[in-house]
């Protein structure tokens, strides 16, 4: 978030209404906290996921929420918000996580990116390409054939969403998270699996403050990396050739302005940690 400025007035009203929100770590970056937007809308879709559980035949229903602990979350799209989906989504500790793009870099990208943490944390990390590989045999290989517990799409695509009751289990949640065109929103929805299989469809679209403020707290944390998720840094020079290369999708991940820092020309990086800003801004500008 924030302005393409070097400075930004902070108004009376803005304190009253209790719009700023303390980083709750000194040590934590600047471009980290900057990342707070986007993964707050990841948080805001994830939170949307809602589980019916019955302990007994005659108990109340109660409402689990968030991916399934312990579950299968199938997350289509390996871009840079399908990146961050996986990154949140290990916060849940469910058993598995498949991920599925038709662009291997991608794939390969995102292996290379959690596949340790999530053996550290014991999750099973799938990268499949369903172009290779068919998607419901795969899930049900990986369920012993009762589908997934949660899936997120995270592009726009239509066939993405159209065949997501194929591989879902009974009372899994279908998140459509990636946005189509205008114009293009209304798709075809198996009713039959919906119906059968209890399915809760849902959507989101951006986050709350609380979803921004618990977003830093993750980073603070470290259950979640945001550093990963940095591919461009630039000065408010590169504004407009990034916002350009943004809309051409150049940009495979999220750009960094430092409005104080004046540099030559848009670094491209594979991360952006703490020590990377601050030897970043240990020289204002680079002759």
């Given amino acids: 978030g924030g302005h393409l400025a070097e400075y930004v007035l902070i108004t009376e009203e803005i304190l009253e209404a209790d719009c700023l929100l303390p980083i709750p770590d000194p040590a934590l970056p600047y471009s980290h906290a900057a990342t707070s937007e986007p993964i707050s809308c990841v948080i805001s879709a994830q939170d949307h996921h809602m589980h019916l559980t019955q302990n007994e035949r005659l108990a109340p229903r109660s409402v689990l929420k968030g991916l399934k602990p312990g579950g299968v979350t199938v997350i289509i799209g390996a871009g840079a918000m399908g990146r961050m989906h996986v990154d949140l989504s290990m916060s849940y500790a ?27 944390l014991g ?104 550093a990963v998720h940095i591919t461009r840094i630039g000065d408010l020079e590169h504004a407009i050739d990034l916002l350009k290369m943004v809309k051409a999708q150049q940009i495979d991940g999220k750009a960094i302005v430092y409005p104080h820092r004046r540099t030559k020309e848009i670094r491209t990086v594979q991360s952006w940690t703490a020590e990377d800003e601050q030897v970043y801004l240990e020289g204002l500008t680079e002759q």
Avoid: C
Avoid at 156 to 181: C, H, M, T, W
């Fill in 123 to 226: 999750i099973a990390l799938f990268t499949i390409n369903p172009s290779k590989v068919d998607l419901k045999e795969f899930v049900g290989e990986q369920t012993n054939h009762h589908g997934a517990d949660d899936a997120i799409i995270a592009v726009g695509s239509r066939q993405a969403i159209e065949s997501a009751g194929d591989y879902l289990g009974i009372g899994a949640v279908l998140n459509l998270f990636g946005g189509l065109k205008k114009g293009e929103g209304i798709v075809g929805l198996d009713t039959i699996a919906i119906h059968y299989k209890a399915i809760n469809v849902t959507g989101s679209s951006g986050g709350s403050p609380w979803d921004i403020a618990r977003a830093l707290e993750l980073m603070a944390s470290g259950q979640i990396n945001p």
């Fill in 94 to 120: 469910p058993r598995a996580v498949i991920v599925a793009d038709f662009i291997d870099e991608r794939l390969e990208r995102t292996q290379a990116l959690f596949g340790a943490r999530a053996k550290q």
